[in-house]
């Protein structure tokens, strides 16, 4: 398996643009997160899918952040317009049942000028 | 809310040699899972160890290996033999039983391994 995989890796934008991540779970796993990694916040999450449902997305940090999961194999986080303070490293993750692993992606590092 | 602790910002440890890195949690559920994740300068997550609350026996990969102290909320990874490849950061993370999706981390503890 590929694991999971998400795009772009870097991502270099200017305020108040409109930024999509990408994010392909591992197949078959039926649970997807997506989660912000910086500096002063450390790893947190931002919603969480289950069987292409968001189940939790109070860590959105305002309006300006969604996140949809058309079907099983495909994930995207908007952001618009985007802010200086929303560079970070976005992380997406995916796993199977309840308590188990999750498996990360790469990440894709967003810098905001 | 659960909260997860790690009071170790940095350490070091030369070649070959044991670490243990310290994790405390807070939390009032008696069902939940204990988690170790790896980030080396690649920025790659990496699962390295996971502890079901329920069970007593401590878990072991290989090398690495927890002190679940379950009273205690207490949760170190114990790292034997040291390998310049385990130089990186690492994560405890806790998830709740009765949802058993999401991960809450904690703040991270930078390892340094010195030949």
């Known amino acids: 398996d590929a694991g999971v995989i998400q795009s772009p890796r870097h991502e270099v934008t200017e305020m108040g643009q409109e930024v999509t991540l990408r994010c392909k779970p591992i197949?078959?796993?039926?649970?997807l997160f997506w989660y912000r990694q910086t500096m002063m916040r450390g790893l947190e999450l931002l919603i969480y899918?289950?069987?292409?449902?968001?189940?939790?997305d109070s860590g959105m940090p305002e309006d300006r952040f969604s996140a949809k999961m058309p079907n099983a194999s495909f994930s995207t986080l908007k952001i618009q317009p985007s802010e200086p303070r929303d560079s970070a490293v976005y992380f997406c993750?995916?796993?199977f049942g309840v308590g188990s692993e999750q498996y990360f992606g790469p990440g894709t590092r967003l810098t905001v000028t | 809310a659960q909260t997860v602790t790690q009071s170790q910002p940095e350490m070091s440890v030369q070649e070959a040699e044991t670490v243990t890195l310290s994790c405390t949690y807070d939390?009032?559920?008696?069902?939940?899972?204990l988690f170790w994740y790896k980030q080396p300068p690649s920025r790659q997550m990496i699962l390295v160890i996971r502890?079901?609350?329920?069970?007593?026996q401590n878990a072991t990969e290989n090398r690495f290996s927890v002190n679940f102290q379950k009273a205690a909320k207490s949760f170190s990874l114990k790292i034997s033999d040291s390998q310049l490849g385990d130089a990186a950061m690492y994560f405890c993370?806790?998830?709740?039983?009765?949802?058993?999706?999401?991960?809450?981390f904690g703040k991270g503890t930078s390892l340094l391994v010195t030949p």
């Open positions: 993750a995916s796993s």
């Open positions: 197949s078959g796993h039926n649970s």
């Open positions: 899918f289950n069987n292409n449902v968001p189940i939790d």
């Open positions: 939390t009032s559920e008696s069902d939940y899972y």
């Open positions: 502890q079901e609350a329920y069970k007593q």
């Open positions: 993370a806790f998830m709740e039983g009765h949802s058993g999706y999401a991960l809450n």
